[in-house]
């Protein structure tokens, strides 16, 4: 008879099975205390207490049990990942083989943030572990109040529409000293989710789950192929349809030809995604950049705002480090334990925080700028 006759449930069914996962590596252990979890009806999983590796104060997420008996600890290992998801076979083999001889074998490609999750050591082993990776060149990631490990989206290696050179720009920052100083060193008052995407649509989900985002963007006008727009239509394609859907807008169809109002575009590559040969990106680009986004918190869930609605990012995105620690520096003076970026914005006051780290105010930056502003006026300026 099986010694995990719940977990064995989840084995059936046409869809992956996490259990049948574990079973290939033999951790009878992680079998055994999640079997005990689910006939307990609660976790035994139990707070892990600070573990890591000697000289890094972040990277590596305990988990202890409280049944040291079945399982005593299986800690998580966060490693950066490299650009775009490229790996390197021959290093993958290599840290597949370190994995196995360390710890459990079980991998998580890859974490919400993006980073790739080991999951299941014994704290015996973790240094053993690292010093065996490091030496192929694996660093660790972020974890708790620190510079999270960055992600992006494919970029220009594979999409059409990418904007600004997400993989370049995330190699930049994952090897900037200053930044693997805040990352492998936890100082702020909460985690600083940093993600990159191409374009609007926004591959990587940082509008609604990083503090910062970079969106690829254009300032010119959008390219428009007005033989292919009447192929669509042609062949079916409603495109008054995507026309009253614009949010912005900004298109009008009148059943022969499709005209762009760009002055009231809001570039949300909507109708590009729809009819990707008629409509293209212009040529003057850069980034938006957004912040604030997270899921949930203590005031809820956040989607990221206008911070800057066009900026020019060139090699070695100078201007970009420098406003992303300025900020930073303006939180981890005002903000509180566990209180992400954008909630110490929303309990200060964005025009406190924009006057203080001197970021000028735009418009773009409110919804509604006519009825809906940060401030009307500085108490000092009333006469």
Sequence with gaps: MSNTPILDELEKGPWPSLVKEIKRTGYEGLLNIYELNYKDKVTHWDHGGMVGVPGYDAGVIGR????????????????IQPAGWFYNT????????????????????????????????????????????????????????????????????????????????FHTFMSDDEVLNDMHRPRYPYKFKFKISGCPTDCVAGVARADLTVIGTWKDDMKVDSAEVRKYADAGVDVDLIASNCPGNAMDWDGKKLKI????????????????????????????????????????????????????????????????FNMIEWWDEHGRSKERIGETIYRIGAGKFLKETGIKPLPTMVKAPRNNPFWFYWPGEVQ
């Excluded at 890859?110 to 060149?137: C, M, R, S, W, Y």
């Excluded at 008629?278 to 912040?291: E, I, N, P």
């Design 90 to 169: 021959d290093k993958l083999r290599k840290l597949c083989d370190l994995w196995d001889e360390h710890a459990s074998g079980l991998m998580n490609f890859h974490g919400a943030t993006g980073d790739l999750q080991l999951v299941g050591i014994p704290t015996a082993n973790i240094e053993p572990f690292f010093d065996e990776a490091a030496k192929e060149h694996w660093d660790i990631g972020g974890s708790s109040g620190d510079f999270r490990t960055a992600s992006n989206c494919i970029g220009p290696a594979r999409c059409e529409n990418a904007m600004v050179d997400t993989n370049d720009i």
């Design 64 to 79: 202890v049990t409280n049944r040291k008996d079945i399982l005593a600890d299986a800690h998580t290992i966060r490693f």
């Design 261 to 324: 109002d760009n002055d009231n575009c809001i570039r949300c590559m909507y109708c590009i995604q729809k009819m990707s040969k008629a409509l293209r990106v212009g040529d003057d680009r850069g980034a938006t950049l957004m912040m604030g986004g997270r899921a949930r918190g203590r005031y809820g869930a956040f989607l990221g705002w206008t911070l800057a609605p066009f900026m020019k990012l060139e090699p070695p995105y100078t201007n970009l480090k420098d406003l992303i």
